[in-house]
């Protein structure tokens, strides 16, 4: 069969070379349009056809790509933006795929640019004659911000596949559950004034010392009610992330601010810990009126299992020969609950991902190809 397609070391190549950086810092955050109208081209050239669609204010765009018709069939996903990088750290390139030693270097080789030029390589060499039911392609935006690509897909789309298949970096090992995350930052605002007179303010610190035992309260709570052994870390955790306050030694500190993060496990809902904060400070939230100023940070993720009743997860698990496991970072999946049973399974570890010479071990090459190859005929062929 003629190859559509160029290679997959040129595809590879090609998809790093675009810079897709999504960043809370608006002089970082880039469109990914160059990006999705590329991987939209070669999709095409397989004869796939596509959807291409802007994710509400911003000029980040959403890639669905799809062959076959009728019900059901796969879904695999990846998103298509990377985060920063930090030139001083890299010694490479991070848009020029460099092989050395076995190892592909660049942006986004694992995390996760990569994982498309794997489904082309399978994709391409598919006879499309054999497809019984649909093969869908997503890449989605803004995943390392504010997973706003992934929201929008999930209340846009119409497709209800059997099953979707996030390709972010696992070591090609199969998870099925995740934790969630969900930051906050408290800033208590007092009032300064000579140290020499604690009547002339109000000492932020001492409230935020208020703060800090409520939330340790907090912490203990959570790790003794929810338990869940599949996890590494088999509780939900809580984070003092960093504290600043005060400057002069002589002056009543005025200003303390105060982040924090929690990891959820299954079962405990983003809204629970909402509730959760409000009581636990409520008391000193209500003595100091206003001067508590508690705020979410970025956007939160749900914690994430697949659910149980779709047997989505023993059949990718008895076809890959995997059991299947749980992780503790974030991905869409819990955005994708809806429209279908969701798993994540990719090439490349995530210990390189957000990393300096982030890179994907060339000993994942073949192994990704022979299962994404099996995993399309056992849903679609
Ligand atoms: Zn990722």
Redesign the pocket.
Known sequence: MERKIPSFIKIYESLISIPTISSHNKLLDQTNKNFIDLLSNYLSDLNFSIKINQVPDTNKFNMLASIGSGDGGLLLSG?SDTVDFDENTWTKDPFTLTEIDNKFYGLGTV??KGFFAFLLEVLSSINSKKIKKPIYILSTAN??TDMSGAKYFMTSSIIRPDCIIIG?PTSLELINAHKGHISYSIQVVGSTGHSSNPDDGVNSIEIMHNIIENLISLKKYLKQKYENKKFSVPYPTMNLSSIHGGDAINRICSLCTLNIEIRPIPGLTLTQIEILIQEKLQSIIQKWSNRIILKKLYSAVPAYQCCKNKNVTKIVEKLCSLNSKTANYCTEAPFFKKIAPTLILGPGSIRQ?HQPDEYLDSSFIQPTINVFNKIIHKFCC
Do not use: G, R, S, V
Request: aromatic share 0%; proline share 0%; net charge negative.
């Open positions: 998103h995390d996760m995943e390392e972010e991902a």
